[in-house]
């Protein structure tokens, strides 16, 4: 049975590409999270504005309460 080594240069590239797949995921998944997040919040300051703020944006009362009800992972 013969058992192949990898060079270590070649090593160090696939250490490389993997640490940057990981350094990428770790990103998105920390965008993701925010967007959720700021999407949550926006959302319940929905409820606190006023019946004439909610006009001035075009929205009635019953549209900011149907948005602050969805999930925030939807859009």
Known sequence: MRTTTFP???HKLQSSRVR????TLLAWSLDVLRTWEHRSQGRRA?????????????????????EARKPFWRP
């Open 8 to 10: 270590s240069t070649m």
């Open 20 to 23: 940057q797949s990981i350094h």
């Open 46 to 66: 929905l409820l606190q504005l006023d019946e004439w703020l909610l006009k001035d944006n075009g929205l009635s009362q019953a549209q900011a309460e149907q």
